[in-house]
């Protein structure tokens, strides 16, 4: 078994375990004007939690590549996620802010400079990973960020550990293609989706919000050619994407997972955090199908450190 795939599996007691870490010092409080800062697979998972504090009204949060942090902007609070603590980016901008502005560091390595840079650290080292491609430690620092805004994290834990065991909505073999959509803090999944695609199995994924798909990217829908939609979809676009003869793949959509032969209804819908767990599946098998390692894709090493 690759390193990624038991790390896969292995989510829901990561989620228990980072859930237990909701009332750490230096999460963001009710009020703050927050902004959540990552690179790659961490600031989709900042997108995803900066639409999730809004919408609870804990208070104004935005998210950004920590490359693109608008210095001008002041804020109450900056939160960066970083699984190595050694990403170049993060550590320019928590230099550079240097105190100014209270900084929380959410890393799986408090020994990295990132953590003694912040003002606040929090370590969710049981997530860490050995595969250069990301899945526990993203979805374990949502996991914890969504505990800490109220919700009850058991039944999405529920889901994931139903999610590492059911069939696969995609076959390699019938999909050349993969759209993922999202509306909300979906949307932030939907890239991550389709970033793992693109990670772990050079593949050709793209992602976008599910209203905006309708205004030029559902050119790309056809045979053989997936849509995958996380959480709630607009009204009348699954028959749109199934009027191209691309396959639909959705929780909701007629009762369970369909698409490509694949079948698994009579059941609630997943919580997307859950449905991504199977989109990560997905692309390792994506990988494993051309004789590619998901562990050690190609271009990338597990923290990007510039000169």
Same mark, same amino acid.
């Not at 949060?61 to 960066?80: I, K, L, M, N």
């Not at 992602?207 to 050619?225: E, N, V």
């Given at each position: 078994?690759?390193?990624?795939? $038991?790390?896969? $599996? ?18 963001? $409080? ?10 790659? !697979? ?37 939160? $960066? #996620? ?7 980016? #993060? ?9 100014? !502005? ?30 250069? /491609? ?18 009850? #994290? ?7 550990? /139903? ?27 939907? @890239? ?22 309708? @205004? ?10 997936? /849509?995958?939609?996380?959480?709630? #979809? ?6 749109? /994407?199934?009027? !191209? ?7 909701? @959509? ?33 990988? !494993? ?6 562990? @050690? ?11």
């Amino acid at each position: 078994m690759t390193h990624v795939k $038991a790390e896969i $599996a292995s989510q829901p007691d990561c989620w228990q375990l980072a859930a237990k870490l909701a009332d750490s010092a230096g999460l963001p $409080a009710r009020g703050e004007r927050v902004a959540v800062v990552g690179c790659g !697979t961490s600031w989709f998972m900042g997108m995803a939690y900066a639409s999730l504090r809004e919408q609870a009204s804990e208070g104004e949060t935005d998210a950004f590549q920590a490359s693109e942090f608008p210095h001008g902007r002041r804020y109450d609070r900056v939160v $960066a #996620i970083t699984r190595s603590g050694t990403t170049t980016e #993060i550590i320019e901008l928590l230099d550079a802010l240097d105190g100014r !502005t209270p900084t929380t560091v959410l890393t799986a390595d408090a020994g990295q400079p990132a953590a003694a840079l912040a003002t606040d650290t929090v370590v969710l080292d049981f997530a860490d990973e050995q595969s250069v /491609v990301q899945t526990r430690f993203a979805t374990s620092t949502l996991a914890l960020l969504r505990a800490h805004l109220g919700e009850d #994290i058991e039944p999405v834990i529920a889901d994931a550990e /139903v999610a590492v065991r059911l069939p696969l909505p995609v076959h390699p073999a019938l999909a050349e293609q993969i759209t993922f959509l999202g509306r909300g803090w979906t949307i932030g999944l939907a @890239h991550e989706a389709a970033l793992k695609c693109r990670e772990a199995a050079a593949y050709w994924a793209e992602a976008y919000p599910a209203m905006d798909y309708r @205004h030029g990217p559902i050119a790309l829908a056809g045979p053989r050619r997936v /849509v995958w939609a996380f959480g709630e #979809i607009p009204a009348g676009l699954a028959d749109d /994407v199934e009027a !191209t003869g691309a396959a639909f793949v959705h929780s909701r @959509h007629h009762g369970g997972y369909a698409a490509l032969g694949s079948w698994c209804g009579g059941r609630a819908p997943l919580d997307p955090m859950a449905d991504l767990v199977l989109a990560q599946r997905v692309a390792v098998l994506l990988a !494993t199908s051309q004789g590619l390692d998901p562990d @050690h894709p190609r271009n990338l090493t597990r923290s990007v450190v510039l000169a």
